[in-house]
Every structure is written in C-alpha cells, then in structure tokens.
C-alpha cells in the first residue's frame, strides 16, 4: 500500500534523486548536506520501497568494481515530494507560531 | 620430441590504476586448469617452458600498486548466504560499493587496518539496518503474545 505521507528520510532521499545518482553518490551527498551518514542497508532498503510505491524509477549498470544502481525520481515521486514540501512547511510554521 | 607451450596474459591496469586482480586471478587459475587437463592428456607436454618471455613484464611495478584492502572474510559474505532474492541484490550492491569506497579510502592515504576497520563497522551497521525492521517486528510479535497469554481472562458476573 502506498504511504500518505513521506519520513524525513525518505523526503531527504527523494529531494537527492531528482538528477539520478547511483547509491553511492546519494550516501555521500546525504553525508554532506544532513551531517549525518546514512548506511547501505537504510539507504538500498528504502530506496526499494519507494520503487514498488513507484516514486522512484532504477536502472542497473555496471563499471570495473561491480554493479551499479541508478536512482531517479518517478513523476508520482514528484508530486509526493511537493505535497510532502507543503507539509513540512506547514508543519514548521505551526512550531514557529507556537514557539 | 620438446615442445614449448608459450602463455600470454594480459594484465589490465583500471583507469583509476589498480590492477584488475580478480580477473588476472580467474585467468590463472583457467590456464592452470588447462595446462593440468592437457598434461594429463599429453605427459610428454613441457609446461614448464624455457623461453616464456614473462622477464618482459615488469612485476615490480605492477604488482606493488595497492590492493583494495577489503577484509578477507567481510561478515557480508555469510550474511548474502541467509538472504534471498531482492534483499541479496541489496547485500550484493552494497558489497561492490564497500569495495568501491575501501578503495577511495585507500588512494586518500588511509592505513589498511583503517580501511579494514572501517568497512567491517559499516558491513555489521548495514546487516543490522537490514535486519533492524525485521527483528523489531518478531519482538513485538512475541511481545504480543506474550501479554496474550500473562493477561487474565475477563470474568463473567
């Protein structure tokens, strides 16, 4: 069943794969903008999900170290994301009127 | 009668200058294979041939680059052994990206037992974020039925 609503993780995700990147470079791009590592496990394993939702789309490849994964952003992805970008603002300003 | 068997390999050095060992290692281990099936064959077969022009080769310099230090026996490879279909391909890739990043690690200047330490901690993080979702359901599980069964059944009045 495919979720409402996106986990930080998986917003953070989706917002790397709008060029397509392979799994590696979306660990260290995640790396650099959050601070905080993301493993292969939470990283290939979300990623999957969010394949069989369809909000991402992956192609297969390879060089001289092995295979290769490619992610990019499907177009209910998209929209997701943007749904999931009102949201969180929504969110924030509410914390911030209250705070 | 003398015959010469004369054996050329190809040793292909990456564009990122390593050599491409798990290769040159199949393509030894093929040609030692063949060799030892024709010489059962053929005894008369002189494999240890004279003139091979291996002193053309410049050992000393191809073999001294560095290895990918990738620890010899990475928990990864027992771990891809318990897991099935999609999960392996998960386990596989994240392999060849250990390896891609023990690598990078290795020409930034990091010490192997560095490099080996750090992809066994991120080997055994990623078994566990693999598993973590997976056990936590079970424990809950177990949890359930636990209180299933501790809690008395309700009393009829």
Redesign the interface.
Same mark, same amino acid.
């Given at each position: 069943m495919p979720t409402e609503h996106l986990s930080p993780t998986e917003f953070r995700l989706l917002g790397l794969v709008i060029t397509e990147r392979t799994g590696r470079e979306i660990a260290k791009q995640y790396k650099a903008e959050t601070g905080r590592a993301i493993s292969y496990g939470t990283l290939y394993t979300t990623l999957r999900r969010m394949r069989e939702e369809g909000l991402v789309h992956m192609r297969e490849g390879s060089d001289g170290d092995g295979r290769l994964r490619y992610f990019k952003i499907a177009a209910s992805g998209a929209r997701m994301l943007n749904r999931s970008r009102t949201e969180f603002s929504r969110l924030a300003d509410f914390g911030m009127e209250r705070g | 009668m003398e015959r010469t068997t004369r054996t050329v390999f190809t040793f292909e050095v &990456?564009? @990122?200058g390593f050599l @491409?060992v798990n290769r040159l290692h199949a393509e030894l281990l093929r040609e030692i294979q063949d060799r030892q099936e024709n010489s059962r064959r053929e005894p008369a077969l002189d494999v240890a041939a004279e003139d091979a022009c291996i002193d053309s080769l410049n050992f000393e310099e191809v073999f001294s680059r560095s290895i990918t230090p990738m620890p010899r026996r990475v928990p990864l490879g027992l771990f891809r052994w318990l897991c099935r279909g999609?999960t392996r391909a #998960?386990v +596989?890739? *994240? %392999? +060849? +990206?250990? %390896? %891609? @990043?023990a &690598?990078a690690m290795m020409q930034e200047g990091r010490s192997v037992w560095t490099v080996r330490a750090v992809i066994w901690w %991120?080997s055994i993080?990623?078994?566990? *974020? #693999?598993t973590g979702?997976g056990l936590v359901r079970i424990v809950k599980f177990l949890l359930d039925v636990r209180r299933l069964f501790s809690t008395p059944p309700p009393s009829i009045s």
């Open positions: - | &990456r564009e @990122d @491409d999609e #998960i +596989d890739q *994240t %392999r +060849d +990206d250990l %390896r %891609r @990043d &690598r %991120r993080y990623c078994m566990a *974020t #693999i979702p």
